[in-house]
């Protein structure tokens, strides 16, 4: 590996500039789809990031000589919407100080809460990982103070990642998302059969209630997919927005292309009633890590559970079916617990360039991290397993 001074630090602003394969290059093996130049790129090729959409691309990149050795995937953001880390009182006390906040460099896959590594190093070939890390590391404060920017955080990065960070003066947040694990699972009754009565009881009445409704489901692989079934998927996104009173972060450009570049990840689930469709969900599958994330739901006809069995029985027989061992469900959602979900506490990493507002954060989250241990130590009392762990 060459010197230390030889590196070159980059902004990208483009991912398209660069040869897929350059990307992916620096990627570790469980590194899951999201990472991937196919997704990011898609991203900003449709205009979901970029533009005036308040992510400002700016990937930051190391090369050795004109080899490219590490990379973080990177934005200036002029809000906090599409995180699922919320720093809005940061910015409001920052604002309040007569400080801007924004903007400020966000280190994370977009609309995406997913863990997974942040900081990425080709491997092999005489690279110093550690090393490559710490230049990008030293490369992002840098970015910060010489652009008078308020701060840096890194969403969801693996916990050797954070070790890394927290040596840099980043601190520490936690979050809590719920996962379904595969025990061994030979069909959803033995599923079922793992779960306290009163939770085997109501999933079961859940799911008898949708059935009244004669509603059947599709599972579509991605690589079988046709255009018609995006267009009804974004229909049903949509208007799961639309009932929010909000916008969509994705449009259906983006859904196409990513089902066109990435079909062996996707895999959508579609309820239909005499046979004329009327809810949907999506999966991502990573076979390599045997995960599966459910990342979009919506319906246009409102059915009483029919969101449950859609994007959680459905997407459960799913991976019991093919023997996927975890199932993200995504940020938020105590609900998910009544339905065979356990929490799980993830970290981001934040950095504060401002002395002062760095300390009042410190506290901040000092007190929310023990405020959220005690939540995640209630909810244990609340779980929806048996004691016992049930075998195939």
């Given at each position: 590996?060459?010197?230390?001074?030889?590196?070159?630090?980059?902004?990208?602003?483009?991912?398209?500039?660069?040869?897929?394969?350059?990307?992916?290059?620096?990627?570790?093996?469980?590194?899951?789809?999201?990472?991937?130049?196919?997704?990011?790129?898609?991203?900003?090729?449709?205009?979901?990031?970029?533009?005036?959409?308040?992510?400002?691309?700016?990937?930051?990149?190391?090369?050795?000589?004109?080899?490219?050795?590490?990379?973080?995937?990177?934005?200036?953001?002029?809000?906090?919407?599409?995180?699922?880390?919320?720093?809005?009182?940061?910015?409001?006390?920052?604002?309040?100080?007569?400080?801007?906040?924004?903007?400020?460099?966000?280190?994370?896959?977009?609309?995406?809460?997913?863990?997974?590594?942040?900081?990425?190093?080709?491997?092999?070939?005489?690279?110093?990982?550690?090393?490559?890390?710490?230049?990008?590391?030293?490369?992002?404060?840098?970015?910060?103070?010489?652009?008078?920017?308020?701060?840096?955080?890194?969403?969801?990065?693996?916990?050797?990642?954070?070790?890394?960070?927290?040596?840099?003066?980043?601190?520490?947040?936690?979050?809590?998302?719920?996962?379904?694990?595969?025990?061994?699972?030979?069909?959803?009754?033995?599923?079922?059969?793992a779960l306290t009565m009163k939770r085997r009881?109501?999933?079961?009445?859940?799911?008898?209630?949708?059935?009244?409704?004669?509603?059947?489901?599709?599972?579509?692989?991605?690589?079988?997919?046709?255009?018609?079934?995006?267009?009804?998927?974004?229909?049903?996104?949509?208007?799961?927005?639309?009932?929010?009173?909000?916008?969509?972060?994705?449009?259906?450009?983006?859904?196409?292309?990513?089902?066109?570049?990435?079909?062996?990840?996707?895999?959508?689930?579609?309820?239909?009633?005499?046979?004329?469709?009327?809810?949907?969900?999506?999966?991502?599958?990573?076979?390599?890590?045997?995960?599966?994330?459910?990342?979009?739901?919506?319906?246009?006809?409102?059915?009483?559970?029919?969101?449950?069995?859609?994007?959680?029985?459905?997407?459960?027989?799913?991976?019991?079916?093919?023997?996927?061992?975890?199932?993200?469900?995504?940020?938020?959602?105590?609900?998910?617990?009544?339905?065979?979900?356990?929490?799980?506490?993830?970290?981001?990493?934040h950095f504060i360039a401002d002395p002062q507002?760095?300390?009042?954060?410190?506290?901040?989250?000092?007190?929310?991290?023990?405020?959220?241990g005690a939540y995640v130590d209630e909810l244990?009392?609340?779980?929806?397993?048996?004691?016992?762990?049930?075998?195939?």
């Amino acid at each position: 590996m060459a010197p230390p001074d030889s590196f070159q630090l980059e902004i990208l602003d483009r991912l398209s500039d660069i040869p897929s394969n350059d990307w992916n290059a620096l990627l570790p093996a469980d590194a899951g789809p999201f990472l991937r130049h196919e997704f990011l790129s898609a991203l900003e090729e449709t205009g979901c990031v970029g533009g005036n959409t308040g992510w400002q691309v700016a990937h930051l990149l190391l090369r050795d000589d004109q080899r490219l050795i590490g990379a973080l995937p990177l934005y200036l953001k002029q809000h906090s919407y599409g995180e699922f880390v919320f720093d809005w009182s940061w910015a409001q006390a920052y604002e309040q100080q007569g400080m801007q906040y924004f903007p400020k460099a966000l280190c994370a896959i977009p609309f995406t809460p997913v863990q997974g590594s942040r900081i990425l190093s080709l491997s092999g070939d005489g690279i110093d990982a550690s090393g490559v890390a710490r230049r990008l590391i030293e490369g992002l404060k840098a970015l910060v103070l010489q652009n008078d920017l308020s701060s840096a955080h890194v969403l969801f990065p693996y916990a050797t990642e954070l070790e890394a960070l927290k040596e840099h003066g980043f601190m520490l947040r936690d979050s809590v998302q719920f996962h379904w694990h595969n025990q061994g699972f030979e069909n959803f009754e033995h599923f079922l059969s793992a779960l306290t009565m009163k939770r085997r009881k109501n999933i079961r009445r859940e799911r008898e209630q949708v059935a009244r409704e004669l509603i059947s489901f599709r599972h579509i692989p991605g690589e079988s997919s046709t255009n018609a079934d995006w267009e009804f998927f974004y229909r049903c996104y949509a208007n799961t927005y639309l009932e929010h009173r909000s916008s969509p972060y994705l449009n259906e450009a983006f859904f196409k292309l990513w089902a066109q570049r990435m079909p062996e990840n996707l895999h959508l689930i579609i309820a239909e009633r005499n046979g004329s469709p009327i809810a949907s969900s999506l999966l991502v599958v990573d076979p390599t890590t045997s995960k599966a994330y459910g990342r979009y739901w919506g319906a246009i006809e409102h059915v009483p559970c029919l969101h449950f069995e859609t994007a959680y029985y459905q997407a459960i027989e799913y991976c019991i079916s093919q023997k996927i061992q975890t199932f993200e469900g995504g940020a938020q959602g105590e609900q998910k617990m009544a339905r065979g979900f356990l929490p799980k506490t993830i970290q981001s990493a934040h950095f504060i360039a401002d002395p002062q507002f760095a300390k009042a954060v410190k506290h901040f989250l000092d007190r929310e991290h023990q405020g959220i241990g005690a939540y995640v130590d209630e909810l244990a009392e609340h779980s929806p397993l048996k004691s016992s762990k049930v075998q195939p």
